[in-house]
């Protein structure tokens, strides 16, 4: 059980810490543009630790929003097509542990937390999560309280709080803010366009020699255009391949360590583009004069 409140916090604010090993090297500030290497620690710093959850955090604030239309607007229409959020064994991909509903200019508030509490005998952590998620449906393009058929579209505000603390010194603390509109669907899929921002701050023991203490400020800003979900085809883990779309993220790093171990530098302002089309997924990142690019098979 132990650090299992720690990772379920990574998870819910879209972050993963990976190991540290050695230093790199500084890049050459005369070149205006240097090919990355995609072996590179802060490359795969970013990958693995950044870019990689903050996709999970907006899957995550998406799903919770289809969860809640799922259980709590939509109608039950027999033999109705469409994603039901379930594992392959049938249980919910998301659960609330404590909903309340009202209402206000046609938008239904849904107010959540929970706390989880582990102890050991020489560990112990706590997990407390908190916040709101409001939608606002339109059928007929007329903002409504109660549906009687399959929503025009959504409109949601997502908002929430994270708190995490343990006996081993590690503390996080995250807020996010998500707007999301959910529109008019290409054949077989939905279309999303979203905005957020999302702010960590953490403090963490590593593994690496040498190093007694690091913090990580992560300030998040993701925009999605346009992005085609087929939603039918979202697997029992929750992924899925968009087939059409844009999405830019912008992130803010600072990371700071005490030791005599040196860290490598990932402070600074990354962006990553991704856009989809005809199976294809094309990725672009940068940092300072440094630039990745591939793309592949959207899998």
């Known amino acids: 059980m132990k650090r299992l409140l720690f990772l379920m916090a990574l998870l819910i604010c879209g972050l993963t810490f990976v ?17 990355g290497d995609p072996d590179a620690e802060e490359f795969q710093f970013f990958e693995n630790a950044v870019s990689n959850p903050a996709m999970e955090i907006n899957k995550y604030a998406l799903f919770t929003t289809m969860a809640l239309l799922d259980s709590f607007v ?38 959540f937390e929970f706390t989880i509490m582990e102890s050991e005998i020489d560990y112990s952590e706590t997990l407390y999560v908190y916040g709101t998620d409001s939608l606002k449906v339109y059928e007929n393009d007329e903002a409504v309280y109660a549906l009687t058929g399959e929503p025009d579209s959504v409109d949601a505000r997502e908002h929430f709080h994270v708190e995490y603390n343990d006996s081993d010194e590690s503390a996080i603390n995250c807020v996010g803010h998500h707007s999301l509109r959910i529109g008019g669907a290409q054949p077989d899929s939905t279309v999303f366009n979203a905005y957020s921002i999302d702010s960590i701050m953490s403090y963490f023991v590593p593994d690496e020699p040498g190093l007694s203490l690091c913090s990580l400020r992560v300030i998040s800003e993701t925009d999605i255009d346009d992005l085609a979900l087929p939603l039918n085809l979202v697997d029992e883990s929750g992924d899925i391949c968009p087939i059409a779309g844009n999405l830019e993220l912008t992130t803010n790093l600072g990371l700071g360590c005490v030791g005599d171990s040196t860290v490598f530098n990932v402070n600074g302002e990354w962006t990553m583009s991704l856009s989809y089309g005809n199976g294809v997924e094309s990725v672009t990142v940068t940092f300072g004069n440094t630039v990745w690019h591939w793309e592949g098979p959207c899998e």
């Open 19 to 35: 190991l540290f090993s050695g230093c790199s090297d500084d890049d050459d500030e005369t070149n205006p543009v240097i090919e």
């Open 74 to 111: 939509l109608p039950e229409v027999p033999g109705k097509n469409g994603p039901r959020f379930v594992t392959a064994e049938g249980d919910p991909l998301i659960v609330f542990d404590s909903v309340s509903v009202d209402s206000s200019n046609f938008w239904i508030i849904f107010y």
